[in-house]
């Protein structure tokens, strides 16, 4: 029997941060709730970084998350972005290691094709699957939402692919540890 986990998800920005939490039951998953960190009316880039640590720790104390899926940085042309986001996901990072919650990375590509098929996709093709998969009446405002969610989400797929192949990292592995479901 496996036991209830909760996931939080964050998409980490500097303008909005985005985060959401699905609890997960077995092999099915649900959203608890989703939404985002307005941080554009702070002017000071480390009153940002506050910001995001202080609602990451709410979203920790108030969910009690088993894990963290966040999305990494992406490499883009603008360096002085690129270091900015760095900062967001490192201070989120920092928030949920203070309460010992594990984290794992996605890229970004990597969340949307668990979600779409489509490392290419949309935040609104990403948006709308997850509103037919978890089946989400309303939509948020901004999409950064969704996309925490999508980084939840994406973590929970990627355990379901872990726990059907018994953690095996190859075929030879798979079938030296599951030789009654292989045929020869």
């Known amino acids: 029997m496996t036991k209830d986990k909760i996931i939080l998800g964050i998409d980490p920005g500097t303008t909005v941060m985005g985060y959401g939490l699905i609890k997960v039951n077995g092999k099915k998953a649900g959203m608890i709730t ?9 002017g000071d880039h480390y ?29 883009g042309k603008n360096v ?6 760095g900062r967001a996901q490192g201070v989120a990072m920092a928030a949920c290691l203070s309460r010992s919650i594990p984290i794992f990375e996605y890229a970004p590509l990597k969340i949307k094709q668990a979600i779409t ?35 939840a989400y994406c973590h929970f797929l990627q355990n379901q692919k872990l726990n ?21």
């Open 34 to 42: 989703m939404g985002v960190l307005e941080l554009h009316k702070y």
């Open 47 to 75: 009153l940002k970084l506050q910001k995001i640590f202080e609602r990451v720790v709410q979203l920790a104390d108030t969910y009690h998350p088993d894990e963290l899926a966040i999305e990494a940085p992406f490499f």
């Open 80 to 85: 002085q972005s690129m270091l900015k986001l």
């Open 117 to 151: 098929g489509n490392g290419q996709a949309s935040k609104e093709q990403v948006a709308l699957l997850l509103k037919q998969m978890l089946k989400i009446d309303e939509m948020p405002k901004y999409l950064d939402a969704t996309d925490g969610l999508a980084a």
């Open 164 to 184: 059907i192949s018994g953690g095996a990292k190859s075929w030879k592995e798979f079938i030296n540890k599951n030789p009654g479901r292989v045929k020869k």
